[in-house]
């Protein structure tokens, strides 16, 4: 049975939301990886930074 063109037009908005929602979610996932290596790159240079100061 054929869609109306109110239902696709409804069905289109849906797949919209959904795609910016993914969207939403990849960025703040990006986020989040980032903040994780930058801080983790930091405390070893930190370490490092301890370790030569402590000899």
Partial sequence: M????T?????FQHLRRWRKS???A???TF???ITIIVSGF???V???VK???GK
């Fill in 31 to 33: 986020k989040a990886v």
């Fill in 51 to 53: 370790a030569m100061l």
């Fill in 46 to 48: 930190w370490l490092g």
């Fill in 2 to 5: 054929p869609k109306t063109l």
């Fill in 42 to 44: 930091l405390g070893a």
């Fill in 22 to 24: 993914v969207e939403q």
């Fill in 7 to 11: 239902e696709l037009r409804a069905d």
């Fill in 26 to 28: 990849q960025s703040y």
